[in-house]
């Protein structure tokens, strides 16, 4: 995996840092992940699927960081990234980062990814798009050989436990790292680094 000399809060509000991660989505370390969400956009013409960051550690990754879904900042035609990262451009991402930082998660060891996996346009989730977005979790958890831990980041996440139990890896749950939670409960938003702690 090569090195992200763009890799710092924020980075992806550079058109630079975007087309450094895109020139790895072939590196044999995410290619049957970029593959995986190529059929996603072929199969859901009208969603925006991110793809997975390079520079985290894709298919050898053994810790899945499960969030809920995509926020705009992925989405290119909203002035996003085009990437499910911890480099984008928004106020989640960033404590995502500095979060894996304070708990000494390396990122080689990381993927992340939503329950929800697309963008159509709302933060908001139906009923239909939960009961998919988890059928759609198996496929993705069939490309993670090495995975030994899942996290889940939030409530929505929480609904893939049926989905994971049966599964050999720790489930590990987490609040998320919003800023509606900051603003809610900021006892329950500074302790995430130590559950994230839990994967290592």
């Known amino acids: ?7 710092r809060p924020r980075s992806l509000r550079s058109a630079d840092a975007i087309n450094a991660k895109n020139a790895l989505l072939n590196e044999p370390h995410v ?18 699927f991110p793809y997975f960051d390079p520079h985290d550690g894709g298919q050898d990754a053994d810790i899945l960081f499960l969030l809920e ?3 705009p900042k992925t989405s290119p035609g909203r002035g996003g990234s085009g990437f499910i990262s911890r480099d984008n451009n ?3 991402a960033e404590a995502i980062f500095n979060f894996m930082n304070v708990a000494g998660i390396p990122r080689k060891r990381t993927v992340l990814w939503n329950t929800i996996p697309g963008w159509n346009g709302t933060i908001k989730l139906t009923s239909a798009e939960k009961k998919e977005g988890l059928s759609e ?5 069939a490309l993670l050989p090495n995975l030994s831990t899942i996290v889940l980041v939030g409530r ?13 890896v720790k489930i590990i749950v987490s609040a998320h ?13 500074d302790s995430i680094p130590g559950h994230w702690l839990e994967a290592l």
């Open 1 to 7: 995996m090569q090195s992200d000399n763009f890799s």
């Open 31 to 48: 290619e049957q992940l970029t593959k995986y969400v190529e059929e996603l956009k072929i199969r859901h013409p009208g969603w925006e």
């Open 69 to 71: 879904k995509p926020g």
């Open 90 to 92: 928004d106020a989640t």
């Open 137 to 141: 979790l198996v496929n993705l958890l």
């Open 156 to 168: 929505k996440a929480e609904k893939a436990i049926p989905m994971i139990e049966m599964k050999p």
């Open 177 to 189: 790292p919003s800023p509606k939670v900051r603003a809610i409960n900021r006892a329950v938003w």
